[in-house]
């Protein structure tokens, strides 16, 4: 088990006069039981109850009033209701009912007890007439291990400090650069990350791959809505891991012959297990830069990892001079889009990427953030200024003038000329970096 940086984010919902109960989201195998788990080391009692053990489950679905239903959890477990700092654990809370709506009476009458709730397969109940009690809980989202808790786990605490410094000394770009070579490579699932940490085989990590999206296939019948969905959910999760970072047709999606209508209701049940996001673009080049639900969507995958075992490139990753060659440069694109979104645990965050509104323009841009109410534009990229047409396109149409482009290369900060004649800021941030993209956005205003 290694720490995760979300441990810190508990700490601080821990720390509110105002805490509620946290309900905890994130796809299968991201590792939030073990977050929690380490985080329960801060508490004087640590009580753990797994809703898929019918024991467990009976013990909130017995017509208790809340104040007996205290008494059987402290019972069950063998704690005492005020023997200090007590943390309960509902794990796989999406098997009772019951034991969602009553997460709003740990707020209104126990609210000593701090308690957050899980489940591998939540998201998908979330609109199925069980509600979680609004404005009783709230929410935090776990995403794959970033590239600076890769360093952590690894034991590489110094680069894990020389990172975060405001310059990066230049002795250690190439060893930075190297690390993340191999997190590109192997990806974020902490299972993968554990085994990789043991022996440094990405050939042992294989069957690791191989198992988790089989145990994705395998869970399907669990959370499609009805027979007919299973199919079109296990063609998606088939298909899915080697069409990601394109933009895709929903009708007849990996080379089906499935229907438009057929395809995006099972898109919209896949959404929910996290595994999968369809990323709308937009096309507007200031706030709020809303998606548009007309133009084809990018599929974006939980994990580089699995798309790298789905496609068979690790050799590819681990032996090109420059890995946003490879692939057609999705593997990087795909990496910054994952980065992107582990920067914040809020279920807000959502990627975003820029089109020109001509349908015959092939003009796009990888992401856009919103940052000072601006929408700043990121190309992952390792060609030359004069080649980023599409960030030269949206630079000549942006209110501002600061675009970043991610790449292989070092840091640094240059003044640069749209084809158009336009001067703008162009901040070149290592892959390495992209966690802390809005600290070097700051500094350019």
């Not at 970072?245 to 057929?262: A, C, D, L, Q, V």
């Not at 673009?281 to 798309?307: F, M, Q, W, Y």
């Not at 700043?376 to 501002?400: C, N, T, W, Y």
């Not at 084809?419 to 809005?438: C, D, S, W």
């Amino acid at each position: 088990m290694f720490a995760r940086e979300i441990i810190e984010s508990f700490r601080k919902w821990a720390a509110k006069d105002t805490r509620k109960p946290l309900v905890l989201r994130g796809a299968r195998q991201v590792g939030k039981t073990t977050s929690v788990n380490i985080f329960a080391k801060d508490f004087d009692q640590y009580i753990y109850l797994n809703l898929e053990r019918k024991n467990e489950r009976a013990l909130f679905e017995n017509d208790y009033s809340f104040n007996d239903l205290l008494m059987a959890l402290f019972l069950h477990t063998k704690k005492i209701r005020h023997g200090g700092k007590t943390l309960i654990f509902i794990d796989e809370i999406q098997n009772s009912s019951r034991a969602i709506s009553l997460l709003r009476y740990f707020y209104e009458e126990a609210n000593d007890l701090y308690v957050i709730a899980a489940g591998s397969l939540l998201e998908t109940i979330l609109d199925r007439k069980i509600s979680f009690p609004v404005g009783r809980v709230e929410y935090m989202v776990l995403h794959p291990v970033s590239f600076k808790e890769f360093l952590c786990a690894t034991s590489e605490s110094e680069l894990d400090k020389i990172i975060e410094k405001d310059t990066i000394p230049e002795y250690a770009h190439d060893e930075l650069t190297r690390l993340f070579r191999k997190y590109l490579t192997i990806g974020g699932m902490p299972q993968v990350v554990e085994e990789y940490i043991k022996n440094e085989d990405i050939s042992a990590l294989l069957p690791i791959y191989e198992s988790l999206i089989l145990s994705y296939i395998d869970d399907v019948e669990k959370y499609a809505p009805s027979s007919s969905q299973i199919q079109y959910i296990r063609h998606i999760i088939s298909a899915a891991f080697v069409e990601s970072g394109n933009r895709i047709k929903i009708e007849n999606f990996g080379n089906s012959t499935y229907r438009y209508r057929e395809m995006k209701e099972a898109f919209t049940t896949i959404e929910k297990t996290m595994l999968f996001k369809l990323v709308y673009p937009s096309t507007e080049c200031a706030v709020p830069a809303l998606p548009n639900l007309k133009r084809k969507p990018r599929l974006h995958t939980l994990d580089t990892g699995l798309i790298n075992f789905s496609a068979g490139i690790f050799t590819d990753m681990l032996t090109a001079v420059n890995v946003t060659d490879v692939y057609r440069g999705k593997i990087t694109e795909h990496i910054v889009g994952q980065e992107l979104l582990a920067r914040s645990n809020s279920p807000m965050e959502k990627l975003k990427f820029w089109i020109k509104n001509k349908k015959q323009s092939q003009a796009e841009i990888d992401y856009i953030i919103s940052y000072r109410g601006l929408i700043i534009p990121i190309e992952v990229k390792s060609g030359s200024i004069g080649k980023l047409r599409s960030l030269h396109q949206f630079m000549d149409m942006a209110p501002h003038q600061i675009a970043v482009r991610v790449w292989q290369g070092k840091f640094s900060i240059e003044k640069a000329k749209t084809i158009a004649g336009k001067e703008f800021i162009l901040i070149n941030l290592p892959f390495y970096m992209v966690h802390r993209i809005e600290k070097e956005i700051d500094k350019c205003f």
